[in-house]
């Protein structure tokens, strides 16, 4: 079996340009823009380039994106008021802190501080909490990333089997969520799982999202399963995910490319929350 290839960049692509462009411009008859402030902290190359496909992303849907920098060496205190200022900007709607942060700066100090209506990354605890109780909110980005690109595949996750491999806040916890609300049964792995081929023997759907290059190999794939490649490294100026996409290709019935599949999905997520959260300020 040769896989079907699910293009992340594809999917965001034509959700951006078709379905987020036309809110966009629906909002622009009230004369809101939607507009997102991105807090860079130093000069990570990693964080430099995602923070650039965030800004080519929302310029497709026609949203405005403002990246403002500091230097590694700026207090907390500096980044907690720039965000109270954010908060009560009343021409900002979204704001995400590009994360990792220098280790003088708490997180959850900071995630705690920002505005849960603006918070577009979903990782206040207070949207965490809604998304745990099933309730209408802001997702974080690639979990909804991810399940938009199933739903534009029509993969109905209903009574499906699906194993997800990684237990983060950001990503296997809340994507394990969405999965349960679509009425899937869950196996969520971690680094203590014992027999991980197990868990994986009757997965329809496998999430991956270990953060170890290559972790997961053909032959642990199920024959026909869809596999999602959440891993992004950089090995030796190349990149690839968390499964070894040439051997998963050829047992799994679709897969992820790694670079340009989950990826460019976690953006256009990141968007459309931005748009979401000037749709509800507008209808406030
Ligand atoms: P993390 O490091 O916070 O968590 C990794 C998880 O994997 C942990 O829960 C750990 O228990 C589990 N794990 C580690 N080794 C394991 C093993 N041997 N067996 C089973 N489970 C194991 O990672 P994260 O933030 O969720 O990110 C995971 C990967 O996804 C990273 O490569 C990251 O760069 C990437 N990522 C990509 C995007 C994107 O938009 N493409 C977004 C977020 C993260």
Redesign the pocket.
């Given at each position: 079996m040769s896989a079907e290839i699910i293009s992340g960049k594809e999917v965001a692509e034509n959700i951006l340009t078709t379905d987020l462009k036309s809110r966009v411009e629906k909002l622009k008859q009230s004369n809101i823009i939607p507009k997102l402030v991105v807090i860079l902290v130093g000069e990570m190359k990693a964080s430099a380039s995602y923070v650039a496909q965030k800004e080519k992303f929302a310029g497709k849907a026609g949203i405005i994106s403002e990246v403002q920098r500091f230097d590694d060496n700026v207090s907390e205190d500096e980044i907690l008021n720039r965000i109270s200022e954010i908060n009560s900007d009343k021409s900002i709607h979204g704001v995400i802190v590009q994360l990792p942060l220098p280790k003088h700066i708490s997180v959850a100090k900071v995630l705690n501080n920002i505005n849960p209506d603006k918070d577009v990354d979903g990782f206040t605890p207070f949207n965490v909490g809604k998304l745990f109780l099933g309730e209408d909110t802001l997702v974080s980005?690639?979990p909804k990333?991810i399940m938009l690109m199933l739903e534009s595949k029509n993969v109905d996750l209903s009574g499906k089997n699906v194993t997800v491999?990684?237990?983060?806040n950001?990503?296997?916890k809340p994507v394990s969520i969405l999965c349960q609300q679509q009425n899937a049964t869950v196996t969520m792995?971690?680094?203590?799982?014992k027999d991980?081929d197990s868990k994986l023997a009757d997965a329809d759907v496998v999430i991956v999202?270990?953060?170890?290059p290559r972790?997961i190999s053909g032959s642990q794939i199920p024959e026909g399963a869809v596999v999602i490649d959440?891993?992004?490294?950089n090995i030796e100026g190349k990149l690839c995910g968390?499964v070894d996409f040439e051997s998963a290709s050829k047992r799994a019935s679709a897969i992820t490319p790694v670079p340009g599949g989950?990826?460019p999905m976690?953006v256009c997520a990141l968007i459309e929350n931005t748009i979401i959260a000037a749709e509800r300020f507008n209808s406030a």
């Open positions: 980005c690639t990333g491999i990684g237990r983060s950001i990503v296997g792995c971690h680094s203590k799982t991980l999202a270990a953060g170890v972790f959440v891993g992004i490294h968390d989950v990826g976690t």
